[in-house]
């Protein structure tokens, strides 16, 4: 009796340190985490927040912004880190967040074909370990023979592999089927157009491989647009390579949050009734503020068609502190009569910085912006860290 007695005396201890373990401040908070990433579905949040889609004129299969890289500087000199970050187009969105580290990230576009092409990428992303597989997957390039030892070399590397690398057409069949069966595991209603142009997003990029390009559909416009090429080897101001693609820490920032499905496209015109406001709402639920919200040049095209206030309305539906930045984007040489102040060289494209909270302070002004040039020059953040 006295064994059996010791027996559950013994057992009763162990039970109560399992439990005490079990529930120690680091145990709940890290269940606290997962609970979170957890709480909402991939597929009904991008169906709850997204509105209807509209039409832009062009294939924003890569960027046409080679200044998309002189913000990070000062990004990281502000210490604009976590939090939730939003940015309109493709892929230069990954540079920014792998910088950033946000919790949660949207990418918001009033274009269908933006979600369908995000849809790809977060396919693409969970179908590879790291850099070079990532790119073997999205060119449909074979791997290197010793792609396990790829991790180091830096991103020339890369370049100049898959620029002297042909495409493996059975290869390419092979990965696009496999894409779309991850595609189809996102739970997310998918019309057989939409499932079409998916395979003609990934087609472009493994027939043209890193000659992709931005295209203008609807008008002529003269310009040459920038190669994938030259996006991976353009440079910050500092003359540092820091696309998402340089360094394996920076790949592995983004696959994380697509595997945790913490990188969510959203149908969204910036200046619409729904999608916008529903995100502000959305954070606020999860207690997140706005670390970054990269625009491009939309602002313009709001500008244009008389829309700005609106942004501006849904703009103050965010929760925001004094860190929280907008990033834009403003072309020399093209819409603009003037060309920036803060062009870099002749860059046809410069990149601009804001604090969102300057930005609704002015609107709520005396003064408010007169121009899309006022917008873009008045609260403008010198750049150069040094």
């Not at 913490?262 to 916008?276: F, K, M, R």
């Not at 403003?330 to 909270?357: C, K, R, W």
């Amino acid at each position: 009796m006295k064994r059996i007695r010791q027996s559950i005396t013994r057992a009763v201890t162990l039970l109560s340190l399992v439990l005490l373990l079990s529930f120690s401040p680091a145990t709940i908070a890290q269940q606290k985490v997962e609970i979170n990433e957890k709480r909402y579905d991939f597929a009904q949040l991008v169906n709850r927040l997204s509105e209807k889609a509209g039409y832009f004129g062009s294939d924003n299969l890569v960027s046409n912004e080679l200044s998309y890289q002189h913000v990070l500087g000062q990004l990281a000199k502000m210490n604009v880190t976590g939090g939730a970050y939003l940015g309109v187009g493709p892929d230069q969105n990954f540079t920014y967040i792998a910088q950033i580290k946000p919790r949660v990230a949207f990418m918001v576009d009033i274009r269908r074909d933006a979600v369908l092409q995000h849809l790809m990428f977060k396919a693409l992303f969970m179908m590879s370990r790291s850099r070079i597989e990532y790119l073997s997957n999205l060119f449909a390039r074979p791997l290197p023979k010793d792609y396990k030892k790829w991790n180091d070399r830096p991103i020339r590397d890369f370049v100049d592999y898959f620029d002297r690398t042909p495409l493996d057409q059975k290869l390419a069949e092979k990965l696009r089927q496999e894409m779309q069966k991850r595609v189809a595991s996102f739970g997310l209603q998918l019309s057989q157009r939409d499932i079409e142009t998916i395979d003609e997003i990934y087609l472009a990029f493994y027939t043209d491989c890193l000659e992709v390009r931005y295209t203008i559909r609807d008008r002529p416009t003269g310009r040459f647009f920038p190669a994938y090429r030259d996006l991976l080897l353009e440079k910050d101001l500092e003359g540092r390579h820091r696309n998402y693609l340089t360094t394996e820490a920076d790949f592995q920032v983004i696959k994380s949050l697509q595997d945790r499905n913490l990188i969510i496209p959203v149908t969204a015109d910036l200046s619409g009734t729904q999608a916008a406001k529903a995100i502000g709402a959305f954070l606020k639920e999860i207690n997140e503020k706005v670390s970054a919200f990269y625009v491009s040049n939309v602002e313009f095209y709001l500008w244009r068609y008389d829309t700005m206030p609106k942004f501006v309305d849904n703009l103050k539906a965010f929760p925001i502190d004094d860190k929280s930045v907008i990033i834009r984007s403003y072309f020399n040489y093209a819409y603009y009569t003037e060309v920036h102040p803060q062009t870099v060289g002749n860059s046809f494209s410069v990149q601009l910085m804001q604090t969102i909270d300057s930005m609704l302070k002015d609107y709520a002004s005396e003064r408010p912006y007169d121009s899309y040039w006022d917008l873009a020059t008045r609260r403008s953040l010198d750049l150069k860290i040094n």
